[in-house]
């Protein structure tokens, strides 16, 4: 049997892997947990709900089973994240009631999907079925910065016109910001443990790039219009994609875009 555990800090992903063999040979249980110091990290926002912490510890759910069962809605031709912009990997895109995954491409899908952990999903997030509550990014204009930041983006481009996102920062899902609230990611956060805001490579992961019109993307109910993205251009700019022409942008964190949700790690 394997027994995984992962954990998240400030500063980026540290995953520790304890491993005990037997002759099946299989994951017996995922734990999966973020882990902080002050417990404020929770967010602020009157969309936000409470989550389950002890001793400053969020449980976050690492598999997820689906309800009622996996359904194949897609074939879809994505970025390759892990290349260049205009480089492209086939998925199938799978859906139950409530949410969606990007799956190996030809592969059959198990019942239960670990997300954090397994190879066949797609940067290992689960994808809701339809938006939330259109959201600005912020109610005020400031840079994100300590406990706000989640990370930043390796040297890469987005979008069908390749715009660089290199260095730039993403927003923490337990921001502890004081100067305001981000309302696109407590709109996520209101979804339940381990929803937040996808980064701007995320979100353009589900551009397809062979579907020829607009909306591009075969995820269900995504719209001909822009979406914001948890990354973050400037103090006053956040990163949004728009479907109905598959340019990645940045525009003023006091406009209202559309906001689709995931829950990843």
């Known amino acids: 049997m394997i027994k995984i555990t992962k954990f998240r800090v400030f500063s980026g992903l540290v995953i520790a892997v304890m491993v005990a063999m037997s002759i099946w040979s299989y994951v017996l249980a995922v734990t999966v947990s973020d882990s902080f110091t ?8 009157t969309a936000t709900v409470s989550v389950d912490t002890s001793a400053g510890t969020v449980s976050l759910p690492a598999c997820y ?29 799978y859906c139950d009631d409530s949410n969606c995954v990007l799956w190996t491409d030809g592969a059959e899908i198990t019942n239960t999907v670990c997300i954090a952990t397994d190879a066949n999903v797609y940067a290992n997030i689960l ?61 996520c956060k209101a979804k339940g443990s381990g929803w937040r805001l996808p980064t701007i490579v ?41 479907f109905n022409d598959g340019v990645v942008g940045g525009n003023d964190k006091s406009v209202s875009y559309y906001v689709r949700c995931v829950r990843g790690y």
Do not use: C
Request: net charge negative.
């Open 38 to 45: 002050d417990e404020t990290k929770i967010g602020k926002g």
């Open 65 to 93: 089973t689906p309800d009622p069962s996996w359904s194949k809605i897609a074939d879809t031709l994505v970025r390759d994240i892990d290349s260049t912009y205009d480089a492209t990997v086939a998925k199938d895109i």
């Open 202 to 242: 995320e979100l353009d992961s589900i551009r397809d790039q062979a579907k020829g019109s607009a909306p591009y993307s075969y995820l269900p109910a995504i719209v001909s219009g822009s979406y914001w993205s948890s990354s973050e251009f400037s103090p006053t700019i956040a990163y949004r994609l728009g």
């Open 127 to 187: 994808w809701a079925k339809a938006d939330v509550s259109r959201a600005t990014w912020a109610d005020s204009s400031f840079d994100i910065s300590g406990g706000d930041i989640g990370g930043t983006h390796p040297t890469i481009g987005v979008g069908n016109s390749n715009v660089a996102v290199g260095t730039k920062k993403w927003l923490e899902r337990y921001y502890t910001s004081t100067a305001g609230t981000f309302n696109a990611m407590d709109n």
